[in-house]
Structures are given as structure tokens and as C-alpha cells.
């Protein structure tokens, strides 16, 4: 019993922590820092979390995103998972894209912004996040590709609210016979008016022959840095967490330290909307 109570105190300190607006404002410095304020957005103030996680199509390990991290051509050769963390419970549905300001490289811009992916009608699973969508892909997923020789390139994800003109006048700009080279960004969001981004990450990657870390990366790309901290409520995507059976009895009592440590885990993984379902479940159990 006092253990289950423990956990129901912890997991709503936790989850009523969380509902609250989280802080973005370490999106909103890495956005300005790496310059993709102004150079793909004359402004950018999110409401709400975008986690992205690559595959490994080498290892199938997965590779999280925090905004600048420097990753390889191969890690992000397979069209990631995308999460939108939200303070909010509504029902919506989603444009997302990735865009390359960096084309051909960072110091001749000549094609860019090339555009790597471009969807509509993601909605958000209420559990996880997890954006999917329902209907075919404006412009497909295209991995990263610098040149040989070229500094590390941003791509740069956003998230806007999709306007119910969306899937009408969407393609009458964007389809798979559109060119990916010298779209931008902005001019397509006024045009079928997205309106601002409410979400956006950002990561870095370099060329095959690019052996370099991150911490280097900031040296090579100049104005590009490679900031680590993690986006406010980001998770960690996983099938393998569960809950221990409350009815089971622990060998030796768990300290308040291990299982606050658990539970940091939970709130990793899931939205503070499902730790509250979590809670009342474990509330009604005792």
C-alpha cells in the first residue's frame, strides 16, 4: 500500500508538472543561434514539442533528435517517427515538412531551400503523440544528401495547423512532379495559409566522408552551432516499459529515489494526459 501510494503521488506531481505550457524558449535560442531565424523563418515562437526519431537503417538502433545534433546520411536515411508533444488534448490535424536551407552547401545557396518531405492530415496519437496521416504524402521523404566537401547541412522540421483549404490548394503548388530544389518554406505557408509553425526541431548532417562529432561540427559550419540541450518534454519512444503488477511484494522496500527515477522514466515516454490515466488506473486499485 505504501508503495502504490508513493507511485500515485509521484506519477500526479509529475504528469500536473507537465500539462502546464512547457518552456521552449531553448527551441526558440537554437532557432535564432543556427541562424534558421531568418535564413527559413522571419520568426519563430512554438506553442508546443516536435521529437523526431530516426531508425538506424544499419544498427535499428533509435537516434533521437535534439535540436543540432549532427548525425550521418545513413542515420537519417529512413523517414523518422515524428511526436508532437502537446499542453493541449484537441483533436487537429497537422502539416508537417522538412526543408534544407543549406542546398547545394552552406556557403552557395543556390538551390535551397530544398524540400525533403511534405504532408498533410497528421493527427496526433493521444497516448504517444505519434504523428500519422491518412492520406498520401504531398512530397515524399528524401534523406539527407550534402555534397562531398560541403560543411554540415540543417534540416529543419516544422509543424503548422492545416487549414481546412489545405488538401485543395496544397497541390495545386506542391506534387510529386514539383521540383524539391528552390522551394521556401514561408511563401507556401501564406499561400495556403498555414499560418505560423506551432512546432519545429532541427537537426545537422554532413557529407559520407564527415567523420566529425557534433562539438566539431559547431567549428566547421561557423554560424551553425550544435546545441545539445533536449526540447522541453521530449520522449523517448519505446514498447517495452510496463508498469510492475501492484499486487506483487517487493523483495526490499524501493527507495524514493529509485522510484522517482522509474517514473521520470514513464513521463519520458508518455504524454502527462496518459500518466493521468496511469494514475487514476493505480488509484482505483487501492
Not at 508532437?84 to 538551390?111: G, H
Not at 522541453?232 to 510492475?244: F, H, I, V
Not at 502527462?272 to 488506473?281: D, F, H, K, N, Y
Amino acid at each position: 500500500m505504501h508503495r502504490s501510494l508513493l507511485c500515485l503521488s509521484l506519477l500526479l506531481r509529475y504528469a500536473l508538472a507537465q500539462v502546464a505550457t512547457p518552456d521552449l524558449s531553448n527551441v526558440t535560442t537554437a532557432f535564432s543561434t543556427a541562424q534558421i531565424v531568418p535564413d527559413v523563418l522571419p520568426s519563430f515562437s512554438p506553442e508546443d514539442a516536435v521529437n523526431i526519431t530516426f531508425t538506424d537503417p544499419a544498427t535499428m538502433e533509435n537516434i533521437d533528435v535534439v535540436p543540432g545534433i549532427l548525425l550521418t546520411m545513413e542515420q537519417t536515411s529512413m523517414q523518422p517517427d515524428i511526436f508532437l508533444i502537446s499542453s493541449t488534448t484537441e483533436s487537429a490535424s497537422f502539416v508537417v515538412t522538412i526543408v534544407d536551407p543549406d542546398a547545394p552547401t552552406p556557403q552557395n545557396r543556390s538551390i535551397s531551400q530544398f524540400l525533403h518531405f511534405l504532408g498533410g492530415d497528421f493527427i496526433a496519437d493521444p497516448t504517444t503523440g505519434l504523428l500519422a496521416n491518412s492520406s498520401p504524402n504531398l512530397m515524399e521523404f528524401m534523406g539527407p544528401a550534402p555534397p562531398a566537401g560541403s560543411d554540415p547541412h540543417r534540416y529543419v522540421l516544422l509543424v503548422f495547423n492545416q487549414p481546412d483549404s489545405f488538401d485543395s490548394d496544397a497541390p495545386m503548388l506542391v506534387n510529386s512532379s514539383t521540383p524539391r530544389n528552390n522551394f521556401n518554406i514561408t511563401t507556401f505557408a501564406q499561400a495556403v495559409d498555414l499560418g505560423d509553425p506551432i512546432a519545429g526541431n532541427f537537426f545537422l548532417v554532413g557529407p559520407m566522408d564527415d567523420t566529425s562529432t557534433s562539438t566539431q561540427a559547431a567549428s566547421t559550419t561557423g554560424s551553425q552551432p550544435t546545441p545539445t540541450a533536449p526540447v522541453a518534454g521530449s520522449l523517448t519512444p519505446t514498447n517495452s516499459l510496463t508498469l510492475p503488477p501492484l499486487s506483487a511484494a517487493p523483495t526490499a522496500a524501493p527507495t524514493t529515489s529509485t522510484t522517482s527515477r522509474g517514473l521520470r522514466n514513464i513521463m519520458r515516454i508518455y504524454t502527462p494526459q496518459a500518466v493521468l490515466i496511469m494514475a487514476a488506473t493505480l488509484l482505483a486499485q487501492l
